[in-house]
């Protein structure tokens, strides 16, 4: 089993909308999205970017998975509260 951190993110643009995306750290990929062509195609002109919110995972596999969830189950008031609550993953989605 690999003991690499992963993490599940969320970053805003400059209109408001968020951004949810994984990685192994996120100070590296935030910098990527903001100056890089490593960034996301999504967030390409969107800038400012603030990053918002990171949480460390158990596991790539579950960090793709609730990559997902948080893309395609939360509203954008769900992903708001998210951001202002510290409440685990595993417990928002255990399902």
């Given amino acids: 089993m690999s003991t690499t951190p ?5 970053i ?3 209109k408001g909308t968020l951004y949810c995306g ?11 999205h903001q100056h890089s062509k490593k960034g996301a195609k999504y967030l390409k002109g969107k800038g400012p970017l603030t990053l918002m919110w990171s949480q460390q ?5 579950d960090a793709m998975q609730f990559e997902y969830r948080i893309k395609k189950r939360l ?3 769900q992903k708001e509260d998210l951001i202002q609550q510290d409440i ?4 928002l ?3």
């Avoid at 995972?57 to 596999?61: F, T, Y």
């Fill in 93 to 95: 989605f255990s399902d």
């Fill in 12 to 14: 805003r643009t400059r």
């Fill in 75 to 77: 509203t954008k008031t």
């Fill in 57 to 61: 995972v158990k596991s790539k596999r």
């Fill in 88 to 91: 685990s993953l595993y417990r």
């Fill in 6 to 10: 992963w993490f599940v993110y969320l």
């Fill in 22 to 32: 994984v990685t192994t750290d996120v100070c590296r990929r935030f910098e990527e």
